[in-house]
């Protein structure tokens, strides 16, 4: 007997201080990012930057600048300018994934959850990431 395993994953925004502005609810672990963000009609009340990782290609919401880097051609290679461009994109991005890895200290935000209530995965992701920028809230330095 193979036993299902509940993969679940959530769209995060976040600041420059690594605060949590935005956790939309949990999906399925198949479905891709560009679709979850797209069906949680994201915008933005004034214009932003938004640093996007290549798995929301094409998406863009209301009032934001999208910032993504460059996937690399079928069968060609990125240009040495693509490249910087890529690597100056990801310094910036990394606080995002600081971010994630902030409230999936948590256990019970990275492992299965065995619950089967509705909505509790999305309680105790809630709750870690309420916890993470309280912590990030009186970090010093």
Known sequence: MVKKRHITKNIVICNK???ILYLSPSYSGS?????????????FQKIIRLLQDTGF??????????SQPDK??????????????NKQISKERVVVEHSISGFKTWRVC???????????RDQFIFIACGLHNFRTKFRTG
């Open 110 to 120: 990275k492992d299965i959850c065995r619950s089967w209530k509705p909505f509790t």
């Open 57 to 66: 290609q094409g998406f863009k919401p209301k009032n934001a600048i999208v």
């Open 31 to 43: 479905v891709h990012d560009k679709k979850i963000a797209q069906s949680e009609n994201i915008e």
């Open 17 to 19: 201080k690594r605060k």
């Open 72 to 85: 690399k051609p079928k069968g060609k290679e990125l240009s040495p300018s693509q490249k910087d461009r």
